[in-house]
């Protein structure tokens, strides 16, 4: 499984997205294709929020998006709340069953 997250240069979460309000620029439109190339071959993509745009092209490409609360800055964090998520959801059933 090959997850990706956006940060920045000193390894804090990027949060701040754009919103649907403003997706409608050419230059906002064509990064969806970018996004997809830059991710090709990850399995999930862990972020704050996106637009809708870039979760629909995400979804098309078969990259999954996760997520994680705005609270969480750090890298290693978001990858442990994902793992513990992914697991716990993956139990439910198994849990409830047993």
């Not at 990064?31 to 996106?50: F, P, R, S, T």
Request: proline share 4%; net charge positive.
């Amino acid at each position: 499984m090959r997850v990706a997250l956006p940060a920045y240069s000193d390894g804090q979460m990027y949060h701040s997205n754009p919103c649907d309000a403003i997706c409608d620029t050419l230059d906002h439109k064509l990064g969806h294709y970018a996004i997809v190339e830059a991710l090709q071959g990850c399995d999930y993509l862990l972020v704050h929020n996106c637009c809708k745009r870039t979760r629909h092209s995400l979804e098309v490409a078969g990259i999954k998006i996760f997520t994680i609360p705005g609270f969480i800055k750090q890298p290693s964090l978001a990858v442990k709340h994902f793992i513990v998520a992914d697991y716990l959801a993956k139990h439910k059933k198994s849990c409830r069953s047993g």
